[in-house]
C-alpha cells in the first residue's frame, strides 16, 4: 500500500498534546453553517481544520449544503418555492438564494467548494466531505486549486471514497460512519477503512470507546468524533485519546484547549 499523504503526518503532530479542533460546517455557533462567514469566523477563532458539506447541482456544479433542499438553511422557501432539491437545480438558480434566511444580517450566498477552499486554505486543512457529486468532479476543483496536499475527503459512502483512490491514490481520505455496512467500528470496520487507504476514521462521538480508538491506531487510522460542544464531552473525547473533535462551537473548544481543558490520554 502506498504511503499515507502527509497531511496525516502533519495532523499528528498538531494532535501531539491534545485533539485538532474541527470547526464543523465551519464556525456555525456565530454564523450560518457551510457559509464563507462560517469559514472565515472559523479561521479568525483560530481552527486548524475546518468540516464542510458538498452537494452537486443539476449542472455539475459543487457547492456547501448538507441537506438535500434548501428549505432549512436559505430562504429558497420563499423563493423557489417549498421543496426545491439542490440536486433538481442549476447553479445559476442558487445565486439569488440568502443562507441567512432574511435575518436582517449581510446576505449570504451558498458557496462553491471552489470559493470554500479559498477562504480556508492555507490557515487551515480542509475536510470535504461528500454529500453527492462524483469523484472527477471533486479532483477537478481541488485539483484546479493544487489544494489536493491540504485537503481530506470525506464520506459516508465508502464506494465513493474507493473511486477516489482508484483515480488518485495521493488523495487523503477519512471514512465516516457508522453506515449500513458497518454500524460500529469494530475490526471489520477498521480492516475496511485500512483496505480502502484511508488515513482517518470519522465516527459518531457518542459510540466511540478508547478501545476502538486504540484498535484504529494500532491500524495507523487517526480517528476523529462529531458533533460535540459541552465542556464534559469534549474533554471526555480527549481522555480517549482522540486526534481530532468535531464541533460546533470552535471559540469555545480552542480557548478551553489554551486552559489545559483537553488533555490527551494515552494514544
Request: net charge negative; charged share 15%.
Amino acid at each position: 500500500m502506498a504511503a499515507p499523504p502527509p497531511i496525516f503526518a502533519h495532523l499528528r503532530h498538531l494532535a501531539a498534546a491534545g485533539p485538532v479542533v474541527v470547526a464543523h460546517r465551519g464556525d456555525s455557533r456565530s454564523a450560518p453553517e457551510n457559509t464563507l462567514r462560517a469559514f472565515r469566523a472559523a479561521a479568525e477563532a483560530g481552527a486548524p481544520m475546518q468540516e464542510f458539506d458538498v452537494r452537486a447541482t443539476r449542472d455539475g456544479v459543487l457547492v456547501c449544503l448538507h441537506d438535500a433542499t434548501l428549505d432549512r438553511t436559505t430562504d429558497a422557501a420563499t423563493v423557489l418555492g417549498p421543496g426545491a432539491l439542490v440536486a433538481q437545480l442549476d447553479a445559476a438558480e442558487l445565486l439569488p438564494l440568502d443562507a441567512n434566511r432574511g435575518s436582517g444580517q449581510a446576505r449570504e450566498p451558498v458557496p462553491t467548494l471552489a470559493a470554500a477552499l479559498a477562504t480556508i486554505l492555507p490557515s487551515a486543512v480542509a475536510l470535504v466531505e461528500h454529500k453527492a457529486g462524483s469523484p472527477d468532479a471533486y479532483l477537478a476543483v481541488v485539483r484546479g486549486l493544487a489544494a489536493l496536499p491540504s485537503c481530506i475527503l470525506q464520506s459516508f459512502d465508502w464506494s465513493f471514497l474507493a473511486a477516489l483512490r482508484a483515480a488518485a491514490p495521493e488523495c487523503a481520505l477519512a471514512v465516516l460512519g457508522p453506515t449500513e455496512a458497518h454500524p460500529e467500528l469494530d475490526a471489520t470496520a477498521i480492516a475496511a477503512a485500512h483496505e480502502l487507504g484511508a488515513g482517518m476514521v470519522h465516527w459518531a462521538a457518542e459510540s466511540i470507546t478508547a478501545g476502538q480508538v486504540q484498535a484504529c491506531h494500532q491500524h495507523g487510522l487517526l480517528v476523529c468524533t462529531y458533533t460535540t460542544d459541552d465542556e464534559p464531552g469534549l474533554q471526555g473525547l480527549a481522555a480517549l485519546g482522540v486526534d481530532a473533535l468535531c464541533t460546533n462551537d470552535p471559540g469555545f473548544a480552542l480557548a478551553l484547549q489554551r486552559r489545559g481543558g483537553l488533555r490527551r490520554g494515552d494514544r
